[in-house]
């Protein structure tokens, strides 16, 4: 398995691959492992010649009082982790190496940033949005996977990759979640044990929307209703948002229809967790 | 010559050639093509295999008073140019079939784009390189040639390729000028005969800044106000600017520098037309 850290190092390798007639995979990720992220690099390694990984903390995609430094980082076990998946290559860098020090060009997306959490992270996705069309441009894969977890991520990509004719086919990784159910995040590490079993209270919430509306309720206030109900009985929780939105769009809907992703935002303490789910009736 | 107007025959043409091992140079223009054009065309003609044009009035960098719908075509006449010049492929893409009703996703330049034509045209750099990253996505070339005619222009297609790192090589192609001096624009078409003679004031002013700093004087102040006089004696003549700028930050200078880039846009009648010289001392 080979590590390079130097973007022009990377792209380097990239286009030799390309000229050599290999198919290149990647996954992009931010370190600290996990069966997330390893079940996206197994659907990437069964569809390319070339599985690429990169580590990296992007300092754009954090708001100003965000866990940046915080951010838990081991990559000495992330690289044995790459290397059990069958990762030929992992991609490494230095912040200061991805962005000049008068770096000015920015991606924004406008239409689906603004509601779940690009509310209360505002310049998250341009951030998002940045680093992968410039991740995109130095590994030049044929295939990039996202998970589902990260729903709006996900959808902001696809549409990034629409709208600039990135010739990068994504595919989407279900979500992994722990046997009793949380999704699985590098951001659980933060969570004492107590918070970790009081967190899967967020599951149970998307799981009791599931079964209302087979059993037949369609009513969006009604469905908040419970799940807000659940959530603030778990002690130490602050929802940042439950919605109900068109799976597509992102618009909120009132009630359920064809395909509605159901997303939600909760601190546990001072982690904060997201999931989701899409019903579809 | 093969003539594509579908974007998604265009990338799979592209990647088809890159597997092949062909260097692609590209040449972005809007069409009613001229020698200015011709030139860079024949820049990146000797140093590729295939060469592709695409010819495309890109809407999203027009203003909502400016001449998108004035602004002149006639592509059986570009199509015969670039025949002569030995370009490989023509992409032609209809507006419709580049842009989605739905489209939501911008790339923004935030250091260089707000002076000079950025403060007259503002959404003008955003809709430019929302289509250059397009096209380059469409058409992967290994390099691209853009005029020095189009100063701002050009830095800021530098700059976006840094920082998105592109794996595409910028050509400059040097200003291409009538017999008489005036810089070689699809605009010029719109000028009376008289005005077509007097819009030759502004390459004097360009040509008088150049004596001025040849003979010692290094104070901008006074070398506007040279230019100034000379173009406000020109009839129907309305300068929207004439710039000192630093050539790198497109930051102002107050005194001639290493490599002062000198820019002016001035209406003549109602047609728009900007020039530039780099002075070094």
């Given at each position: 398995?080979?590590?390079?850290?130097?973007?022009?190092?990377?792209?380097?390798?990239?286009?030799?691959?390309?000229?050599?007639?290999?198919?290149?995979?990647?996954?992009?990720?931010?370190?600290?492992?996990?069966?997330?992220?390893l079940s996206l690099m197994r659907?990437?390694?069964?569809?390319?010649?070339?599985?690429?990984?990169?580590?990296?903390?992007?300092?754009?995609?954090?708001?100003?009082?965000?866990?940046?430094?915080?951010?838990?980082?081991?990559?000495?076990?992330?690289?044995?982790?790459?290397?059990?998946?069958?990762?030929?290559?992992?991609?490494?860098?230095?912040?200061?190496?991805?962005?000049?020090?008068?770096?000015?060009?920015?991606?924004?997306?406008?239409?689906?940033?603004?509601?779940?959490?690009?509310?209360?992270?505002?310049?998250?996705?341009?951030?998002?949005?940045?680093?992968?069309?410039?991740?995109?441009?130095?590994?030049?894969?044929?295939?990039?996977?996202?998970?589902?977890?990260?729903?709006?991520?996900?959808?902001?990509?696809?549409?990034?990759?629409?709208?600039?004719?990135?010739?990068?086919?994504?595919?989407?990784?279900?979500?992994?979640?722990?046997?009793?159910?949380?999704?699985?995040?590098?951001?659980?590490?933060?969570?004492?044990?107590?918070?970790?079993?009081?967190?899967?209270?967020?599951?149970?919430?998307?799981v009791q929307v599931c079964e209302?509306?087979?059993?037949?309720?369609?009513?969006?206030?009604?469905?908040?209703?419970?799940?807000?109900?659940?959530?603030?009985?778990?002690?130490?929780?602050?929802?940042?948002?439950?919605?109900?939105?068109?799976?597509?769009?992102?618009?909120?809907?009132?009630?359920?229809?064809?395909?509605?992703?159901?997303?939600?935002?909760?601190?546990?303490?001072?982690?904060?967790?997201?999931?989701?789910?899409?019903?579809?009736?």
């Amino acid at each position: 398995m080979n590590i390079i850290k130097s973007p022009e190092e990377m792209q380097c390798e990239a286009l030799e691959l390309k000229r050599a007639g290999k198919s290149i995979g990647f996954v992009p990720t931010m370190g600290f492992l996990h069966e997330g992220h390893l079940s996206l690099m197994r659907l990437a390694r069964e569809r390319c010649d070339v599985l690429v990984v990169s580590i990296f903390v992007n300092p754009t995609q954090f708001g100003p009082n965000e866990d940046l430094d915080a951010y838990p980082r081991d990559f000495e076990r992330d690289e044995a982790l790459c290397a059990e998946v069958g990762v030929d290559l992992v991609f490494y860098p230095k912040p200061e190496d991805m962005y000049a020090a008068d770096a000015s060009v920015w991606i924004d997306e406008e239409s689906l940033s603004g509601v779940l959490c690009g509310e209360s992270r505002p310049r998250h996705f341009r951030g998002v949005c940045t680093v992968v069309a410039k991740l995109f441009n130095l590994v030049l894969p044929d295939l990039a996977v996202f998970g589902e977890k990260d729903a709006q991520q996900l959808r902001i990509i696809e549409r990034m990759v629409r709208d600039l004719n990135f010739p990068v086919k994504i595919v989407r990784g279900p979500i992994v979640r722990e046997e009793d159910g949380l999704a699985m995040s590098s951001r659980n590490k933060y969570l004492t044990e107590e918070q970790r079993k009081n967190a899967l209270g967020l599951k149970k919430s998307l799981v009791q929307v599931c079964e209302l509306v087979g059993q037949g309720e369609r009513n969006v206030s009604n469905l908040r209703s419970a799940m807000t109900q659940l959530i603030d009985d778990i002690p130490e929780a602050v929802i940042d948002y439950i919605e109900f939105v068109d799976d597509q769009s992102l618009h909120p809907v009132d009630s359920i229809e064809f395909r509605t992703l159901v997303a939600l935002a909760v601190k546990v303490g001072s982690t904060r967790l997201i999931d989701n789910i899409v019903v579809s009736v």
